[in-house]
Every structure is written in structure tokens, then in C-alpha cells.
């Protein structure tokens, strides 16, 4: 089992940054780590990717080159930078663990724990 804690959203206005952090209940050294983020109406999208070793990510097309996914040394703790916000990127921002997996997925239901969720506000 693993707890998925997130912390760090608010409201920001656009162009603005924000970094989120999730915090583990235990190292998640080994395991594939994402973010994901739903906006009121529509389904849950992936956003970014954390291989098991710390070294490979993957990113939405949607945030590439303005987002950036990594985690601390002790490996409980990831983090999302979000820099340059735009309206869009309004949402619940979740934080999920795959413990067992080690290829990529951008695929909700290949993740096993997630966290409550944050919320992020860009205003224009």
C-alpha cells in the first residue's frame, strides 16, 4: 500500500508558476510515477510521466517544455513544476503510483494509488 499525498495548487494567473509536491507514505524507488488532471465536465488526462528510474519522462503535448516532472533523492516525495500557466490548465491535478510497472503508461487505469487531489486555477 501506498499513501499519495499532494499539496502546493492555488490560484495563479496566467503566465504565472506553481510546483506541486506528493508526498509518499514510502519510497516509491521502483515505481512508475505520474501526474494526471481533471477539468470539471471532462474525463481525467494524462499529463506527465517518471519511469521507475528516475531518469525517463514523458509529457502531454499540451504541457511539453512547460512542465516538468521529478522526485527527491529519498524517493518519497514527487514533484510537478508548472511554469508558464495558461487557463487551460485549470484543474484537479492528481499524483498516481504504479509500484509493479516499468514501461511507460499515459493510461489512468495502469495506476494503482493516487492521491486526493489539488486544485490549480490559472486565471486570464
Known amino acids: 500500500q501506498v499513501q499519495l499525498v499532494e499539496s502546493g495548487g492555488g490560484l495563479v494567473q496566467a503566465g504565472g508558476s506553481l510546483r506541486l509536491s506528493c508526498a509518499a507514505s514510502?519510497?516509491?524507488?521502483?515505481?512508475?510515477m505520474g501526474w494526471f488532471r481533471q477539468a470539471p465536465g471532462k474525463e481525467r488526462e494524462f499529463v506527465a510521466y517518471l519511469s521507475w528510474s528516475g531518469v525517463v519522462t514523458y509529457y502531454a503535448d499540451s504541457v511539453k517544455g512547460r512542465f516538468t516532472i521529478s522526485r527527491d533523492n529519498a524517493g518519497n516525495t514527487m514533484f510537478l513544476q508548472m511554469n508558464n500557466l495558461k487557463p487551460e490548465d485549470t484543474a484537479v491535478y492528481y499524483c498516481a503510483v504504479n509500484p509493479s510497472r516499468t514501461t511507460l503508461s499515459t493510461a489512468a487505469k495502469d495506476y494503482d494509488y493516487w492521491g486526493q487531489g489539488t486544485q490549480v486555477t490559472v486565471s486570464s
Open positions: 514510502r519510497r516509491t524507488f521502483g515505481s512508475s
